[in-house]
């Protein structure tokens, strides 16, 4: 069965294809959707093709699916319409999947649940790694607070954090926005700092 | 008791009235709580509709009856009991491609026939087949650029390529090349004009003066089901399309749809197309277009069969659908004109006395009957001054000379 991967995001693509390989499927390609990926994708004569459902290009798509002489059968979103369940799971992982008409639904099952998984586990990734970027600018801005603290009242670091979280607490605010307004403030009064 | 409901949407500038009754209180009034789900295409539109991820989407109006008809995946019944505007396309070429049609944008704006014509010269002269962006097969802009094209002889599966990708990635596919020139919703058609990338070569108004645009489409069966709360909806968007229509609040409208959350694009480009001042070409002073885009005047969001008939007519032409007495009667009927007035039976809305009209005959504004209120019908003729009446699609089919 052959396997194609449309995707933007290359790290996406990958976890997708690492979880299929280790499936047994080893026919897989992936095509990013710009320029001719349309042509691309023609010529490989895919069984399957996989695509984010947020994916702009899914209309591209599906008009390549309507006119194409080169793909014999037309090809039909999801594997099974009657099963609802199956389709509200892929449409909340974000997954599109085009079928080969014809195409058991025993075959294809297997590859669409995997898929739900792995985009699943890819948004999972992507939201630790939001949280991480978040914690980092969060904590540049707790630092410039800080220093603006210890300058101009004096304080040691620890004595300026310890004010920050008080005052955050006092006011039922997270740190960084105490830590932000306070910047703010000290770039509008002209704090130099 | 609140309710919440999930209604899809593609950032345009015609998504004004259910951000409005989101963010002005008007659904609020209702009773309704709307989460408004962004997307990206209309594939992922439809298919949350369909799938019943949403309740209701802002939706081309052929795609839902495209959808109801089995020709776009998933064959689902949809009702559009609600038009959630009028008109709002516009087509821009390459400049490049532009300086082989009349160099004042004016007058090729206002004379669509002529525009038609040299825009067919400019093809032979022009380095490949023009490639010409078009949001979706089953889309209003489609549609009306086929027709367009096909008045001048032009065959538009033959002559140019169509080739389909979404309003937001028009301005990008543009600059690389990838397309000649684009036809889309507001603020796409601006945004390319102001980044120096293309001119504007002809609006919908002039081509259909009342066109058919997006509509607030549900799956039929959960519109059966909720009739309570699609009416409560019903009466909110009405409210708020009067809100939108009312020039006075199209820079509040503009600045509401610029937020990220809706359309995340310059508040001066979306207000263009919202009060009709149209810049043509990158620095120039705008045309006027009054009727550029109409949200509540005349019965606007009134789902009128006909129209829905049209563009049946025009699925048919083109070979989009089979042409059969159930086709035509399943096509009519996703448009909902019962809804829309039992919906607003008891409002202020001015309510059309029929279903059904002749389309294209109206040349300027008709006062009509009306249950209530009083209802004048703007014009609403075709360019080329084509009549069509609903009970007669076979003859004005063949009306059209074949282009193949």
Same mark, same amino acid.
């Given at each position: 069965?052959?396997?194609?991967?449309?995707?933007?995001?290359?790290?996406?693509?990958?976890?997708?294809?690492?979880?299929?390989?280790?499936?047994?499927?080893?026919?897989?390609? !992936?095509?990013?959707?710009?320029?001719?990926?349309?042509?691309?994708?023609?010529?490989?004569?895919?069984?399957?093709?996989?695509? /984010?459902?947020?994916?702009?290009?899914?209309?591209?798509?599906?008009?390549?699916?309507?006119?194409?002489?080169?793909?014999?059968?037309?090809?039909?979103?999801?594997?099974?319409?009657?099963?609802?369940?199956?389709?509200?799971?892929?449409?909340?992982?974000?997954?599109?999947?085009?079928?080969?008409?014809?195409?058991?639904?025993?075959?294809?099952?297997?590859?669409?649940?995997?898929?739900?998984?792995?985009?699943?586990?890819?948004?999972?990734?992507?939201?630790?790694?939001?949280?991480?970027?978040?914690?980092?600018? /969060?904590?540049?801005?707790i630092d410039r607070a800080k220093s603006i603290l210890m300058a101009q009242r004096s304080l040691s670091e620890q004595e300026a954090y310890a004010l920050l979280r008080s005052s955050a607490m006092n006011q039922g605010k997270k740190i960084v926005d105490v830590a932000q307004a306070l910047i703010t403030a000290s770039d509008l009064l002209g704090g130099g700092l | 008791?609140?309710?919440?409901?999930?209604?899809?949407?593609?950032?345009?500038?015609?998504?004004?009235?259910?951000?409005?009754?989101?963010?002005?209180?008007?659904?609020?009034?209702?009773?309704?709580?709307?989460?408004?789900?962004?997307?990206?295409?209309?594939?992922?539109?439809?298919?949350?509709?369909?799938?019943?991820?949403?309740?209701?989407?802002?939706?081309?109006?052929?795609?839902?009856?495209?959808?109801?008809?089995?020709?776009?995946?998933?064959?689902?019944?949809?009702?559009?009991?609600?038009?959630?505007?009028?008109?709002?396309?516009?087509?821009?070429?390459?400049?490049?491609?532009?300086?082989?049609?009349?160099?004042?944008?004016?007058?090729?704006?206002?004379?669509?026939?002529a525009a038609a014509h040299d825009f067919a010269a400019a093809i032979g002269l022009w380095r490949r087949k023009p490639v010409i962006g078009v949001v979706h097969r089953f889309s209003s802009h489609a549609l009306m650029l086929r027709y367009w094209l096909a008045s001048a002889g032009v065959d538009p599966d033959r002559d140019v390529v169509l080739r389909v990708l979404p309003p937001s990635l028009t301005v990008e596919a543009l600059h690389a090349g990838e397309i000649d020139g684009f036809i889309a919703g507001e603020p796409w058609g601006s945004a390319a004009v102001e980044a120096g990338l293309a001119e504007t070569v002809a609006v919908g108004e002039r081509i259909w003066q009342r066109g058919v645009e997006k509509v607030l489409a549900f799956r039929e069966n959960w519109l059966e089901e909720n009739s309570e709360t699609v009416d409560r909806l019903l009466r909110a968007l009405a409210r708020a399309a009067v809100w939108c229509d009312d020039p006075e609040n199209h820079e509040a409208l503009a600045q509401l749809l610029a937020d990220p959350r809706y359309l995340d694009q310059?508040?001066?480009?979306?207000?263009? =197309?919202?009060? =009709?001042? !149209?810049?043509?070409?990158?620095?120039?002073?705008?045309?006027?277009?009054?009727?550029?885009?109409?949200?509540?005047?005349?019965?606007?969001?009134?789902?009128?069969?006909?129209?829905?008939?049209?563009?049946?007519?025009?699925?048919?032409?083109? =070979?989009?659908?089979?042409?059969?007495?159930?086709?035509?009667?399943?096509?009519?009927?996703?448009?909902?004109?019962?809804?829309?007035?039992?919906?607003?039976?008891?409002?202020?809305?001015?309510?059309?006395?029929?279903?059904?009209?002749?389309?294209?005959?109206?040349a300027s504004p008709l006062a009509v009957g009306s249950r209530k209120g009083d209802l004048t019908l703007g014009p609403d003729r075709f360019f080329d001054g084509r009549i069509f009446d609903p009970e007669q699609i076979d003859d004005y089919l063949a009306g059209f000379v074949q282009v193949r």
């Open positions: 069965m052959r396997i194609v991967i449309i995707d933007d995001s290359g790290l996406r693509a990958t976890v997708l294809e690492e979880g299929l390989r280790e499936a047994g499927y080893d026919d897989i390609h !992936i095509v990013p959707p710009r320029g001719a990926f349309v042509a691309r994708l023609e010529r490989m004569a895919p069984d399957v093709v996989l695509m /984010d459902l947020g994916s702009p290009s899914r209309d591209t798509l599906e008009e390549m699916l309507t006119v194409s002489r080169a793909l014999a059968r037309p090809i039909a979103m999801f594997v099974d319409q009657s099963d609802e369940a199956m389709i509200g799971a892929a449409i909340d992982a974000g997954v599109s999947a085009y079928v080969v008409d014809g195409l058991r639904k025993e075959r294809v099952k297997p590859v669409l649940e995997l898929a739900v998984r792995r985009f699943n586990a890819f948004a999972r990734i992507q939201a630790e790694l939001e949280e991480a970027r978040n914690a980092l600018s /969060d904590r540049k801005v | 008791m609140t309710t919440n409901l999930r209604i899809a949407f593609l950032p345009l500038n015609d998504v004004a009235v259910l951000a409005a009754a989101r963010e002005r209180g008007f659904a609020e009034e209702e009773g309704l709580s709307l989460d408004l789900l962004r997307t990206t295409s209309w594939a992922t539109l439809r298919d949350r509709l369909v799938y019943g991820q949403v309740q209701a989407a802002h939706m081309l109006a052929p795609l839902a009856v495209a959808v109801t008809l089995g020709l776009s995946q998933q064959p689902a019944a949809l009702a559009a009991p609600y038009k959630l505007g009028v008109n709002g396309n516009m087509l821009v070429m390459a400049k490049d491609f532009a300086a082989a049609l009349d160099p004042d944008p004016a007058s090729r704006i206002a004379d669509p026939l310059p508040s001066d480009l979306i207000r263009r =197309g919202l009060s =009709g001042q !149209i810049v043509a070409r990158a620095g120039e002073a705008p045309i006027a277009h009054p009727d550029f885009m109409l949200f509540s005047r005349e019965a606007t969001p009134f789902p009128w069969r006909s129209q829905a008939l049209w563009i049946y007519s025009q699925l048919v032409r083109w =070979g989009m659908a089979e042409h059969s007495p159930e086709n035509a009667a399943k096509a009519g009927g996703v448009f909902r004109p019962d809804v829309f007035r039992r919906a607003l039976a008891g409002s202020d809305v001015p309510m059309p006395g029929a279903s059904m009209k002749l389309e294209g005959a109206v």
